[in-house]
């Protein structure tokens, strides 16, 4: 059995731009996963729902449930729509649909054939987001406004979005587009 342990007293450290400790301004989260071959049923401690998960045939899977990195990119897309709710409630923007679609580009190289070389992360994500706003509205027609505003908008979900952070912090060429329409 392999094992690892991560030191407790870590997650008690001040953080240097506050006197509060990490842990009072932190989510915490247990997830569970059992399963057998490339089928997973994952549980959240204290949560009703579970995720179900396989692959796809060319990793042995039976493709019966979403794959990990299906979901990994469908955290990337709800997490931003997450942040944005946050970010415009925090900046009094209102907001309507959202649409959003991610291309993505995994080399499977290291994952499928086992090479020895190379980089089984993502090589390339793309972020395409439509949202309905306010902000035109708010500014009352005044075009430059808006696009200053909703640009203000967009780096903060992003800066603040912690599976975006996760993505372009982890050297994927990560790209978005983001499209500001009218409520």
């Known amino acids: 059995m392999f094992r690892t342990s991560l030191s407790r007293t870590a997650t008690r450290a001040v953080r240097t731009f506050s006197t509060t400790a990490t842990k009072s301004s932190s989510i915490p989260l247990r997830i569970c996963g059992r399963g ?37 990119l469908a955290s990337l897309t709800s997490c931003n729509q997450v942040t944005g709710a946050k970010v415009a409630e925090d900046h009094g923007i209102k907001l309507g649909e959202w649409n959003i679609r991610l291309d993505a580009v995994l080399p499977t190289d290291v994952l499928v054939k086992g090479k020895c070389e190379g980089n089984p992360n993502w090589e390339s994500v793309k972020l395409f987001v439509r949202v309905q706003t306010n902000i035109l509205e708010s500014v009352k027609g005044d075009n430059l406004e808006a696009d200053a505003r909703f640009r203000h908008f967009v780096r903060e979900v992003e800066r603040r979005c912690p599976i975006t952070q996760l993505f372009k912090r982890s050297g994927v060429r990560y790209e978005s587009e983001w499209l500001n329409e009218a409520l």
């Open 36 to 72: 057998t071959g490339t089928k997973q049923t994952i549980t959240i401690k204290d949560k009703p729902y579970t995720i179900q998960t396989d692959t796809y045939p060319i990793l042995g899977g039976a493709d019966s449930a979403p794959s990990p990195v299906a979901y990994n």
